[in-house]
């Protein structure tokens, strides 16, 4: 599990991640290596990074709610708890990258 206030993997995870800053450098290599070759910008409106940071956003913020309600999305174990999924919706979030 990531721990999504540092980013870095648990100890007890089957896959430890590389690279003096945590990141695997391979996969960053081949998202830059598709990005380029499909005409993608890494910064700006629609960039690779604005793209890219919207995906962890919202990745990191179903893996929270997954880990405060203590079930899974669709999971039985959430019916007729009083605290359970109820929807969604979309925000804007203003970051370094721009808004996402």
């Known amino acids: 599990m990531i721990d999504m206030m540092s980013g870095v993997e648990n100890a007890e995870d089957s896959k430890p991640l ?6 695997d450098e391979q996969l ?9 070759a499909s005409g993608l910008k890494l910064t700006g409106e629609g960039g690779m990074l604005q793209r890219l940071t919207k ?6 913020l179903k893996d929270e709610i997954t880990d405060h309600l203590g079930y899974d999305k669709h999971d039985p174990a959430g019916r007729g708890t009083g605290n359970s999924r ?3 919706r979309s925000k804007t979030v ?3 990258v721009g808004l996402v």
Not at 31 to 36: D, H, P, Q
Not at 55 to 60: G, P
């Open 86 to 88: 109820n929807g969604t």
């Open 18 to 23: 590389t690279g003096l800053d945590g990141l």
């Open 55 to 60: 995906r962890l956003l919202e990745s990191a």
């Open 28 to 36: 960053v290599a081949q998202l830059l290596s598709r990005a380029k």
């Open 94 to 96: 203003l970051t370094d």
